[in-house]
């Protein structure tokens, strides 16, 4: 039979410390500064475009990599 756990030990794990307060803008305030979704998708750029402006392994390596 399991031991039943013991309410007066200690835990292992310490409770975190309490959380400083801070000062914080309005949430209107903060997302006034992002974009919509549909300013996001109107910036995205393909995955081919990026792959494409990538260096090549031999432009990395160089011609004298053997």
């Known amino acids: ?3 039943s756990p013991d309410a007066s030990r200690q835990p ?6 309490a959380l ?11 997302l006034d500064g992002v974009p919509s979704p ?3 998708v109107d ?3 393909s995955a081919a475009e990026i792959v494409r402006e990538q260096p090549s392994v031999d ?3 160089g011609p004298d990599r053997r």
Do not use: C, G, K, N
């Open 20 to 30: 400083p307060d801070v000062d914080s803008p309005p949430a209107e305030q903060v």
């Open 38 to 40: 549909e300013e996001v």
């Open 43 to 45: 910036q995205a750029r």
């Open 1 to 3: 039979m399991a031991e």
């Open 59 to 61: 432009d990395i390596l």
């Open 12 to 17: 292992a794990v310490p409770a975190p410390p």
